[in-house]
């Protein structure tokens, strides 16, 4: 059962270049998203997050866009930085209950000089 | 800054052995989860603890698991026999509100032989 998923498993771009990771939903008690960026061997790092109420949200070179019509949501890294080569989560959760995180299944983005 | 911890990074275990992983949560957080990641797979909710007891738990976690909060510091997970299907990466994380992003500490790689 695939609530959250990332169509693209891998992603390479080049360095001062936008990236745009996408993420689809099908659980419309989802209200709640956050992207996680994963190392080797590390835990998954909180990047940033939107609330269902909103359709876009900015932190520095990162911006993250709700369509809940679409149930889809992005996110662009501008300009992109060699360190921002890592496995990239879409999670989401629901506001009520326990919250836990429904991710998916991570992109990998390569950041070329 | 403040950081969810776990120890140990590395465990190696025989099949049928029991194991307890541990997570110090970020100190004013109240809400505490785990998750694990079998290699090449998602990131998947086990279980998530408020207040001294399970909130919500996953089909994963059935009666070999068990989490608890023995000094009001740490934070374990426990599987009491384990399985070759039980290696994975575990990840504990931490919230404050219950309503907002949650942290993740580095991760214990469970390898069951």
């Known amino acids: 059962d695939q609530q959250v998923k990332q169509n693209s498993p891998s992603l390479s771009v080049q360095e001062g270049r936008i990236s745009i990771l996408n993420c689809d939903y099908t659980?419309?008690?989802?209200?709640?998203f956050l992207w996680y960026k994963k190392y080797p061997a590390e835990g998954p790092t909180f990047l940033i997050s939107?609330?269902?109420?909103?359709d876009k949200n900015e932190d520095g070179r990162f911006t993250v866009f709700l369509n809940k019509s679409a149930k889809h949501l992005s996110l662009h890294i501008v300009p992109s930085q060699p360190g921002d080569s890592a496995v990239y989560f879409c999670?989401?959760?629901?506001?009520?209950?326990?919250?836990?995180?429904?991710f998916g299944q991570g992109t990998r983005l390569t950041i070329n000089p | 800054e403040p950081e969810v911890t776990q120890t140990p990074s590395h465990q190696v275990t025989q099949m049928g052995q029991e194991v307890i992983l541990r997570c110090v949560p970020i100190?004013?957080?109240?809400?505490f989860y785990w998750y694990r990641q079998i290699l090449g797979q998602k990131v998947e909710f086990l279980v998530s603890f408020y207040n001294n007891e399970i909130s919500e738990k996953s089909e994963i976690f059935d009666d070999q698991f068990s989490v608890e909060r023995p000094d009001g510091s740490n934070f374990t997970l426990k599987i009491r026999s384990t399985k070759l299907e039980d290696s994975a990466m575990y990840f504990c994380?931490?919230?404050?509100?219950?309503?907002?992003?949650?942290?993740f500490g580095p991760g214990t790689r469970l390898t069951v032989t």
């Open positions: 659980n419309s008690m989802f209200d709640y």
């Open positions: 939107i609330s269902s109420i909103k």
């Open positions: 100190s004013n957080h109240l809400y």
């Open positions: 999670a989401a959760k629901e506001i009520q209950g326990a919250q836990k995180l429904v």
């Open positions: 994380a931490t919230t404050g509100t219950g309503f907002s992003e949650q942290y």
